[in-house]
Protein backbone atom coordinates (compact mmCIF):
# COMPACT_ATOMS: atom_id res chain seq x y z
CA UNK A 1 0.00 0.00 0.00
CA UNK A 2 0.89 3.65 -0.51
CA UNK A 3 0.77 5.84 1.90
CA UNK A 4 -2.48 8.04 0.92
CA UNK A 5 -3.61 11.33 2.73
CA UNK A 6 -5.15 10.86 5.94
CA UNK A 7 -8.88 11.28 5.85
CA UNK A 8 -9.48 10.17 2.15
CA UNK A 9 -12.57 8.47 1.76
CA UNK A 10 -12.17 5.20 -0.36
CA UNK A 11 -15.57 6.17 -1.66
CA UNK A 12 -13.00 9.65 -3.31
CA UNK A 13 -10.32 6.79 -4.45
CA UNK A 14 -12.45 4.21 -6.18
CA UNK A 15 -14.47 7.40 -7.98
CA UNK A 16 -10.83 8.41 -9.51
CA UNK A 17 -9.51 5.51 -10.35
CA UNK A 18 -12.58 4.18 -12.06
CA UNK A 19 -12.91 7.21 -14.27
CA UNK A 20 -8.74 7.22 -14.69
CA UNK A 21 -9.38 3.81 -16.16
CA UNK A 22 -12.32 4.63 -17.84
CA UNK A 23 -10.96 7.46 -19.81
CA UNK A 24 -7.35 5.10 -20.44
CA UNK A 25 -9.47 3.00 -21.83
CA UNK A 26 -11.49 5.15 -23.94
CA UNK A 27 -8.50 6.75 -25.55
CA UNK A 28 -6.77 3.65 -26.58
CA UNK A 29 -10.21 2.50 -27.93
CA UNK A 30 -11.22 5.30 -29.51
CA UNK A 31 -6.91 5.65 -31.23
CA UNK A 32 -8.21 1.64 -32.63
CA UNK A 33 -11.31 2.66 -34.08
CA UNK A 34 -9.57 6.02 -35.88
CA UNK A 35 -6.58 3.82 -37.02
CA UNK A 36 -8.80 0.52 -38.15
CA UNK A 37 -12.27 2.05 -39.38
CA UNK A 38 -12.14 5.94 -40.44
CA UNK A 39 -12.72 6.10 -44.22
CA UNK A 40 -10.55 8.66 -44.84
CA UNK A 41 -7.50 10.52 -43.16
CA UNK A 42 -9.31 13.52 -42.33
CA UNK A 43 -11.68 11.38 -40.43
CA UNK A 44 -9.07 9.56 -38.87
CA UNK A 45 -8.06 13.02 -37.60
CA UNK A 46 -10.86 14.10 -36.32
CA UNK A 47 -11.41 10.63 -33.77
CA UNK A 48 -8.09 10.33 -33.10
CA UNK A 49 -8.57 14.24 -31.50
CA UNK A 50 -11.27 12.75 -29.44
CA UNK A 51 -9.53 9.95 -28.43
CA UNK A 52 -6.26 12.46 -27.41
CA UNK A 53 -8.69 14.99 -24.95
CA UNK A 54 -10.01 11.16 -23.06
CA UNK A 55 -5.80 11.10 -22.74
CA UNK A 56 -5.93 14.14 -21.19
CA UNK A 57 -8.76 13.62 -19.02
CA UNK A 58 -6.79 10.09 -18.01
CA UNK A 59 -3.63 13.00 -17.18
CA UNK A 60 -5.86 14.78 -14.88
CA UNK A 61 -7.04 12.18 -12.85
CA UNK A 62 -3.54 10.31 -12.70
CA UNK A 63 -1.77 13.31 -11.75
CA UNK A 64 -5.05 13.85 -8.58
CA UNK A 65 -4.16 10.45 -7.51
CA UNK A 66 -0.95 10.60 -7.18
CA UNK A 67 -1.11 13.93 -5.73
CA UNK A 68 -3.21 12.31 -2.55
CA UNK A 69 -0.78 9.94 -2.14
CA UNK A 70 -2.74 7.11 -3.85
CA UNK A 71 -0.95 4.81 -6.38
CA UNK A 72 -2.92 5.00 -9.85
CA UNK A 73 -2.64 1.30 -10.42
CA UNK A 74 -3.85 0.11 -7.24
CA UNK A 75 -7.03 2.91 -7.71
CA UNK A 76 -8.03 1.94 -11.02
CA UNK A 77 -7.24 -2.31 -10.64
CA UNK A 78 -10.37 -2.94 -8.94
CA UNK A 79 -12.17 -1.48 -12.42
CA UNK A 80 -10.15 -3.18 -15.09
CA UNK A 81 -12.12 -6.11 -15.79
CA UNK A 82 -15.57 -3.95 -15.98
CA UNK A 83 -14.85 -1.65 -18.51
CA UNK A 84 -12.71 -4.39 -20.29
CA UNK A 85 -16.10 -6.42 -20.26
CA UNK A 86 -17.81 -3.42 -21.35
CA UNK A 87 -15.71 -2.69 -24.35
CA UNK A 88 -15.29 -6.53 -25.52
CA UNK A 89 -19.04 -6.07 -25.50
CA UNK A 90 -19.24 -2.97 -27.69
CA UNK A 91 -16.65 -3.55 -30.60
CA UNK A 92 -17.61 -1.68 -33.37
CA UNK A 93 -18.09 -3.71 -36.76
CA UNK A 94 -17.57 -0.16 -38.74
CA UNK A 95 -17.16 3.44 -39.01
CA UNK A 96 -21.07 4.85 -38.12
CA UNK A 97 -21.17 2.11 -34.71
CA UNK A 98 -17.46 3.79 -34.24
CA UNK A 99 -18.61 7.36 -34.15
CA UNK A 100 -22.13 6.29 -32.57
CA UNK A 101 -19.90 4.85 -29.51
CA UNK A 102 -17.27 7.80 -29.61
CA UNK A 103 -20.59 10.24 -29.24
CA UNK A 104 -22.73 8.11 -26.65
CA UNK A 105 -19.66 7.49 -24.65
CA UNK A 106 -18.54 11.09 -23.92
CA UNK A 107 -22.20 11.73 -23.59
CA UNK A 108 -22.98 9.16 -20.80
CA UNK A 109 -19.32 9.85 -19.70
CA UNK A 110 -20.41 13.60 -19.14
CA UNK A 111 -23.64 13.26 -18.10
CA UNK A 112 -21.94 11.30 -15.51
CA UNK A 113 -19.52 13.40 -14.11
CA UNK A 114 -22.46 16.18 -13.47
CA UNK A 115 -23.69 13.50 -11.34
CA UNK A 116 -20.17 12.32 -9.43
CA UNK A 117 -20.09 16.60 -9.12
CA UNK A 118 -23.64 16.97 -6.97
CA UNK A 119 -22.05 14.96 -4.22
CA UNK A 120 -18.95 15.78 -3.67
CA UNK A 121 -16.58 18.30 -2.67
CA UNK A 122 -13.25 18.81 -3.22
CA UNK A 123 -11.06 17.26 -4.70
CA UNK A 124 -13.97 15.74 -7.61
CA UNK A 125 -15.57 19.04 -8.13
CA UNK A 126 -12.49 20.94 -9.52
CA UNK A 127 -11.45 17.94 -12.01
CA UNK A 128 -15.14 17.67 -12.87
CA UNK A 129 -15.06 21.47 -14.57
CA UNK A 130 -11.70 20.66 -16.03
CA UNK A 131 -12.80 17.78 -17.59
CA UNK A 132 -16.43 19.41 -18.88
CA UNK A 133 -14.50 21.87 -20.21
CA UNK A 134 -13.48 19.71 -23.62
CA UNK A 135 -17.31 18.81 -23.92
CA UNK A 136 -18.13 19.19 -27.32
CA UNK A 137 -15.19 17.37 -29.39
CA UNK A 138 -17.32 14.68 -29.92
CA UNK A 139 -19.88 16.99 -31.79
CA UNK A 140 -18.03 15.94 -35.10
CA UNK A 141 -19.57 12.58 -34.61
CA UNK A 142 -23.32 13.86 -34.52
CA UNK A 143 -22.45 15.72 -37.71
CA UNK A 144 -21.33 12.57 -39.18
CA UNK A 145 -23.93 10.40 -37.78
CA UNK A 146 -26.94 12.90 -38.98
CA UNK A 147 -25.56 13.34 -42.74
CA UNK A 148 -25.40 9.74 -43.04
CA UNK A 149 -28.78 8.65 -41.64
CA UNK A 150 -30.17 11.60 -43.91
CA UNK A 151 -28.31 9.87 -46.95
CA UNK A 152 -29.70 6.77 -45.81
CA UNK A 153 -32.72 6.71 -43.42
CA UNK A 154 -32.48 3.14 -43.23
CA UNK A 155 -29.05 3.38 -40.80
CA UNK A 156 -31.23 4.77 -38.06
CA UNK A 157 -32.67 2.00 -36.44
CA UNK A 158 -29.83 0.05 -36.51
CA UNK A 159 -27.50 2.46 -35.11
CA UNK A 160 -30.38 3.50 -32.55
CA UNK A 161 -30.39 -0.36 -31.36
CA UNK A 162 -26.49 -0.44 -31.38
CA UNK A 163 -26.77 2.35 -29.05
CA UNK A 164 -29.15 0.88 -26.78
CA UNK A 165 -27.49 -2.14 -26.60
CA UNK A 166 -24.06 -0.46 -25.44
CA UNK A 167 -26.10 1.63 -23.13
CA UNK A 168 -27.72 -1.76 -21.71
CA UNK A 169 -24.08 -3.37 -21.42
CA UNK A 170 -22.79 0.02 -19.35
CA UNK A 171 -25.98 0.19 -17.06
CA UNK A 172 -25.05 -4.11 -16.48
CA UNK A 173 -21.23 -3.48 -15.60
CA UNK A 174 -22.45 -0.18 -13.69
CA UNK A 175 -25.05 -2.59 -11.44
CA UNK A 176 -22.16 -4.82 -10.82
CA UNK A 177 -19.94 -2.27 -9.71
CA UNK A 178 -22.25 -0.34 -7.47
CA UNK A 179 -23.31 -3.48 -5.48
CA UNK A 180 -19.76 -4.37 -5.06
CA UNK A 181 -18.20 -1.16 -3.91
CA UNK A 182 -21.04 0.56 -1.64
CA UNK A 183 -18.40 3.27 -0.77
CA UNK A 184 -18.33 4.45 -4.49
CA UNK A 185 -22.11 4.25 -4.68
CA UNK A 186 -22.18 6.46 -2.06
CA UNK A 187 -20.04 8.61 -3.82
CA UNK A 188 -22.58 9.08 -6.29
CA UNK A 189 -25.79 8.78 -4.83
CA UNK A 190 -24.88 10.86 -1.15
CA UNK A 191 -25.92 9.24 2.14
CA UNK A 192 -28.41 6.76 0.73
CA UNK A 193 -25.22 5.33 -1.00
CA UNK A 194 -26.69 1.88 0.09
CA UNK A 195 -29.77 1.64 -1.52
CA UNK A 196 -29.02 0.01 -4.77
CA UNK A 197 -32.38 1.69 -5.75
CA UNK A 198 -30.98 5.15 -5.56
CA UNK A 199 -28.44 3.91 -7.80
CA UNK A 200 -31.13 2.67 -9.95
CA UNK A 201 -32.45 6.02 -10.01
CA UNK A 202 -28.80 7.49 -11.09
CA UNK A 203 -28.99 5.30 -13.33
CA UNK A 204 -32.41 6.07 -15.02
CA UNK A 205 -31.22 10.00 -15.14
CA UNK A 206 -28.82 8.81 -17.42
CA UNK A 207 -30.46 7.09 -19.55
CA UNK A 208 -33.19 9.71 -19.76
CA UNK A 209 -30.69 11.93 -20.87
CA UNK A 210 -28.44 9.62 -23.20
CA UNK A 211 -32.19 9.23 -25.00
CA UNK A 212 -32.88 12.76 -25.12
CA UNK A 213 -29.38 12.82 -27.05
CA UNK A 214 -30.22 9.69 -29.64
CA UNK A 215 -33.56 11.60 -30.43
CA UNK A 216 -31.60 14.83 -30.96
CA UNK A 217 -29.27 13.35 -33.78
CA UNK A 218 -32.26 10.96 -35.31
CA UNK A 219 -31.52 7.88 -34.02
CA UNK A 220 -34.71 5.87 -32.76
CA UNK A 221 -35.47 2.63 -32.29
CA UNK A 222 -38.93 3.01 -33.96
CA UNK A 223 -37.53 4.36 -37.21
CA UNK B 1 -6.83 20.84 -55.47
CA UNK B 2 -7.43 23.68 -52.89
CA UNK B 3 -6.55 26.72 -52.90
CA UNK B 4 -3.02 27.02 -51.50
CA UNK B 5 -0.79 30.14 -50.27
CA UNK B 6 0.87 31.64 -53.03
CA UNK B 7 4.86 30.49 -53.70
CA UNK B 8 4.03 27.96 -51.28
CA UNK B 9 6.77 25.40 -52.71
CA UNK B 10 5.50 21.65 -53.05
CA UNK B 11 8.41 20.37 -51.20
CA UNK B 12 7.01 22.34 -47.88
CA UNK B 13 3.93 20.54 -47.89
CA UNK B 14 4.98 17.78 -48.73
CA UNK B 15 7.61 17.88 -45.44
CA UNK B 16 4.26 19.11 -44.00
CA UNK B 17 2.12 16.49 -45.13
CA UNK B 18 4.70 13.62 -44.24
CA UNK B 19 5.25 14.07 -40.55
CA UNK B 20 1.71 14.96 -40.18
CA UNK B 21 0.58 11.21 -41.31
CA UNK B 22 3.86 9.84 -39.23
CA UNK B 23 3.33 11.25 -36.11
CA UNK B 24 -0.63 10.39 -36.43
CA UNK B 25 0.23 7.13 -37.10
CA UNK B 26 3.05 7.14 -34.70
CA UNK B 27 -0.05 8.05 -32.04
CA UNK B 28 -2.00 5.12 -33.20
CA UNK B 29 0.33 2.33 -33.68
CA UNK B 30 2.03 3.56 -29.59
CA UNK B 31 -1.66 3.82 -28.30
CA UNK B 32 -2.39 0.04 -29.86
CA UNK B 33 0.87 -1.38 -28.02
CA UNK B 34 0.13 0.60 -24.81
CA UNK B 35 -3.52 -1.12 -24.88
CA UNK B 36 -2.11 -4.67 -26.13
CA UNK B 37 1.78 -5.01 -24.51
CA UNK B 38 1.72 -3.38 -21.42
CA UNK B 39 2.63 -5.49 -18.30
CA UNK B 40 1.36 -2.58 -16.24
CA UNK B 41 -1.68 -0.01 -16.08
CA UNK B 42 1.02 2.50 -14.85
CA UNK B 43 3.04 0.98 -18.16
CA UNK B 44 0.14 1.30 -20.49
CA UNK B 45 -0.16 4.71 -19.19
CA UNK B 46 3.24 5.77 -19.81
CA UNK B 47 3.18 4.46 -23.17
CA UNK B 48 -0.23 5.97 -23.83
CA UNK B 49 1.64 9.37 -22.24
CA UNK B 50 4.45 8.89 -25.43
CA UNK B 51 1.34 8.56 -27.98
CA UNK B 52 -0.55 11.71 -27.02
CA UNK B 53 2.33 13.56 -27.63
CA UNK B 54 2.83 12.32 -31.01
CA UNK B 55 -0.92 13.45 -31.44
CA UNK B 56 -0.25 17.07 -30.21
CA UNK B 57 2.33 17.13 -32.74
CA UNK B 58 0.13 16.08 -34.99
CA UNK B 59 -1.86 19.05 -34.57
CA UNK B 60 0.60 21.15 -35.29
CA UNK B 61 1.55 19.90 -38.53
CA UNK B 62 -2.48 19.74 -39.48
CA UNK B 63 -3.04 23.06 -38.12
CA UNK B 64 0.02 24.68 -40.06
CA UNK B 65 -1.43 22.86 -43.59
CA UNK B 66 -4.71 24.59 -42.98
CA UNK B 67 -3.21 27.81 -41.97
CA UNK B 68 -1.76 27.69 -45.43
CA UNK B 69 -4.80 26.73 -47.27
CA UNK B 70 -3.79 22.66 -48.06
CA UNK B 71 -6.01 19.82 -47.34
CA UNK B 72 -3.77 18.23 -44.63
CA UNK B 73 -5.70 15.17 -45.95
CA UNK B 74 -4.26 15.66 -49.84
CA UNK B 75 -0.82 16.50 -48.18
CA UNK B 76 -0.76 13.01 -46.08
CA UNK B 77 -1.84 10.72 -48.85
CA UNK B 78 1.44 10.64 -50.72
CA UNK B 79 2.90 9.08 -47.49
CA UNK B 80 0.61 6.58 -46.62
CA UNK B 81 1.71 3.14 -48.15
CA UNK B 82 5.66 4.15 -47.21
CA UNK B 83 4.61 4.60 -43.43
CA UNK B 84 1.60 2.05 -43.11
CA UNK B 85 4.56 -0.80 -44.61
CA UNK B 86 7.02 0.20 -42.02
CA UNK B 87 4.74 -0.39 -39.17
CA UNK B 88 3.49 -3.40 -40.74
CA UNK B 89 6.82 -4.39 -40.89
CA UNK B 90 8.04 -3.35 -37.53
CA UNK B 91 5.18 -4.36 -35.69
CA UNK B 92 6.77 -5.22 -31.80
CA UNK B 93 6.10 -8.77 -30.47
CA UNK B 94 6.56 -7.90 -26.80
CA UNK B 95 6.54 -5.21 -23.84
CA UNK B 96 10.08 -4.79 -24.91
CA UNK B 97 9.93 -4.14 -28.54
CA UNK B 98 7.54 -1.82 -28.40
CA UNK B 99 9.59 0.26 -26.16
CA UNK B 100 12.57 0.08 -27.61
CA UNK B 101 9.98 1.12 -31.17
CA UNK B 102 9.05 4.03 -29.00
CA UNK B 103 12.51 5.09 -28.10
CA UNK B 104 14.46 4.78 -31.64
CA UNK B 105 10.82 6.48 -33.25
CA UNK B 106 11.01 9.27 -30.92
CA UNK B 107 14.67 9.19 -31.27
CA UNK B 108 15.04 9.37 -35.43
CA UNK B 109 11.87 11.85 -35.65
CA UNK B 110 13.64 13.97 -33.36
CA UNK B 111 17.04 14.01 -35.59
CA UNK B 112 14.65 14.30 -38.58
CA UNK B 113 13.21 17.54 -37.31
CA UNK B 114 16.37 19.17 -36.32
CA UNK B 115 18.13 17.73 -40.27
CA UNK B 116 14.45 19.90 -41.82
CA UNK B 117 15.09 22.58 -39.61
CA UNK B 118 18.80 23.16 -40.97
CA UNK B 119 17.34 23.78 -44.44
CA UNK B 120 14.08 25.55 -44.33
CA UNK B 121 12.67 28.57 -43.67
CA UNK B 122 9.23 29.71 -41.97
CA UNK B 123 7.23 28.02 -42.09
CA UNK B 124 8.80 25.31 -41.06
CA UNK B 125 11.13 26.25 -38.31
CA UNK B 126 8.77 27.39 -35.42
CA UNK B 127 6.96 24.36 -36.00
CA UNK B 128 10.25 22.19 -35.05
CA UNK B 129 10.86 24.15 -32.26
CA UNK B 130 7.06 23.51 -30.72
CA UNK B 131 7.97 19.77 -31.72
CA UNK B 132 11.42 19.85 -30.03
CA UNK B 133 10.31 20.93 -26.62
CA UNK B 134 8.58 17.63 -26.27
CA UNK B 135 11.47 15.44 -26.80
CA UNK B 136 12.73 13.52 -23.00
CA UNK B 137 8.83 11.74 -23.27
CA UNK B 138 10.12 8.78 -24.34
CA UNK B 139 12.96 9.06 -21.67
CA UNK B 140 10.80 6.43 -19.48
CA UNK B 141 11.27 3.24 -22.39
CA UNK B 142 15.29 3.96 -21.76
CA UNK B 143 15.13 3.50 -17.99
CA UNK B 144 12.78 0.31 -19.02
CA UNK B 145 14.74 -1.68 -21.16
CA UNK B 146 18.23 -0.78 -19.45
CA UNK B 147 16.32 -2.13 -16.40
CA UNK B 148 15.11 -5.04 -18.39
CA UNK B 149 18.48 -5.42 -20.11
CA UNK B 150 20.69 -5.35 -16.62
CA UNK B 151 18.21 -8.22 -14.99
CA UNK B 152 18.75 -10.27 -18.67
CA UNK B 153 21.51 -9.26 -20.10
CA UNK B 154 20.68 -11.88 -22.66
CA UNK B 155 18.16 -9.59 -24.28
CA UNK B 156 20.56 -7.03 -25.40
CA UNK B 157 21.32 -8.58 -28.25
CA UNK B 158 17.84 -9.53 -29.47
CA UNK B 159 16.93 -5.93 -29.25
CA UNK B 160 19.64 -4.40 -31.01
CA UNK B 161 18.70 -6.63 -34.05
CA UNK B 162 15.18 -5.39 -33.49
CA UNK B 163 15.94 -1.48 -33.49
CA UNK B 164 18.63 -2.05 -36.15
CA UNK B 165 15.86 -3.63 -38.47
CA UNK B 166 13.43 -0.91 -37.57
CA UNK B 167 16.08 1.56 -38.89
CA UNK B 168 16.56 -0.69 -41.93
CA UNK B 169 13.27 -0.58 -43.18
CA UNK B 170 13.15 2.86 -41.79
CA UNK B 171 15.97 4.10 -44.66
CA UNK B 172 14.59 1.28 -47.57
CA UNK B 173 10.86 3.70 -47.50
CA UNK B 174 12.73 6.81 -46.87
CA UNK B 175 14.88 6.26 -49.94
CA UNK B 176 12.19 5.35 -52.08
CA UNK B 177 10.26 8.03 -51.24
CA UNK B 178 13.19 10.13 -51.66
CA UNK B 179 13.79 8.91 -55.07
CA UNK B 180 10.07 9.50 -56.08
CA UNK B 181 9.53 13.33 -54.52
CA UNK B 182 12.76 15.25 -55.44
CA UNK B 183 11.07 18.20 -54.16
CA UNK B 184 10.87 16.74 -50.71
CA UNK B 185 14.50 15.73 -50.94
CA UNK B 186 15.59 19.16 -51.80
CA UNK B 187 13.82 20.33 -48.57
CA UNK B 188 15.96 18.19 -46.43
CA UNK B 189 19.68 18.36 -47.71
CA UNK B 190 18.89 22.14 -49.18
CA UNK B 191 19.86 23.09 -53.53
CA UNK B 192 21.61 19.69 -53.86
CA UNK B 193 18.27 18.13 -52.98
CA UNK B 194 18.13 15.95 -56.97
CA UNK B 195 21.65 14.36 -55.79
CA UNK B 196 20.24 10.84 -54.35
CA UNK B 197 24.01 10.89 -52.19
CA UNK B 198 23.17 13.90 -50.85
CA UNK B 199 20.33 12.10 -49.23
CA UNK B 200 22.55 8.74 -48.83
CA UNK B 201 24.33 11.18 -46.64
CA UNK B 202 21.50 12.66 -44.73
CA UNK B 203 20.48 9.34 -44.02
CA UNK B 204 24.39 8.27 -42.70
CA UNK B 205 24.28 11.18 -40.42
CA UNK B 206 20.47 9.98 -38.46
CA UNK B 207 21.44 6.10 -38.39
CA UNK B 208 25.04 7.47 -36.98
CA UNK B 209 23.06 9.34 -34.02
CA UNK B 210 20.76 6.34 -34.00
CA UNK B 211 23.55 3.97 -33.47
CA UNK B 212 24.74 6.57 -30.48
CA UNK B 213 21.42 6.14 -28.60
CA UNK B 214 21.73 2.50 -28.87
CA UNK B 215 24.76 2.35 -27.29
CA UNK B 216 23.68 4.75 -24.72
CA UNK B 217 21.12 2.31 -23.50
CA UNK B 218 23.17 -0.40 -23.76
CA UNK B 219 22.27 -2.21 -27.15
CA UNK B 220 25.02 -3.40 -28.93
CA UNK B 221 24.99 -5.83 -31.68
CA UNK B 222 28.08 -7.92 -30.58
CA UNK B 223 26.45 -8.39 -26.91
Do not use: C
Request: hydrophobic share 45%; charged share 30%.
Amino acid sequence: MTESSPGLSSGVVDLLGMLAYAELTAFLKLAEDAALLAPTLNDRAALGDVAATEYGHFRVLRDKLSSLGVDPEEAMDPFVDAIDAWHAQTRPKDWHEALVKAYVGTGIAGDFYREAARHSEEPIRRLVDDVLTDEGRSEFAVERVRAAIEADPRLSGRLALWARRMVGEALSQGQRLAAARPELAAMLVGEEGEDLAEIGRLFARLTEEHGRRMAAVGLTTSG
